[in-house]
């Protein structure tokens, strides 16, 4: 059975910087992309960024120059690098792993950018 673990959420100043991570317990074969969501109080899930198993990063461009995704060598394990970050990105942030017969996802992790 497959879990993902993701880490790193909290509060935390307009300007300031956090760092999540989702890592993934159990076989999973053949990552196509892993991804980040987000869905902030009132709204809708949104695409926050994209990695491939080839590396190709895409972003949403209301994140675009703030934040990085990248993942480990071994490749279970993807990483969410924030910086700038301001009241509109708080939200709860999904990590998804995507193979090509199945999604897996993660429980979410709170961000709050607040002063």
């Known amino acids: 059975q497959v879990q993902l673990v993701e880490a790193g959420g909290g509060l935390v100043q307009p300007g300031g910087s956090l760092r999540l991570s989702c890592a993934a317990f159990g076989s999973i074969f053949s990552i196509h992309r892993m991804v980040w969501y987000r869905q902030g109080p009132g709204k809708q899930r949104e695409l926050v960024a994209r990695i491939s198993s080839g590396g190709n990063t895409n972003y949403a461009d209301s994140v675009q120059g703030r934040f990085i995704i990248s993942r480990d060598n071994g490749g279970n394990t993807v990483y969410l690098q924030m910086n700038n970050l301001k009241p509109e990105d708080t939200a709860v942030y999904l990590c998804?792993?995507?193979?090509?017969?199945?999604?897996?996802w993660g429980q979410g992790t709170q961000v709050t950018v607040s002063a």
């Open positions: 998804s792993i995507m193979t090509p017969t199945r999604s897996y």
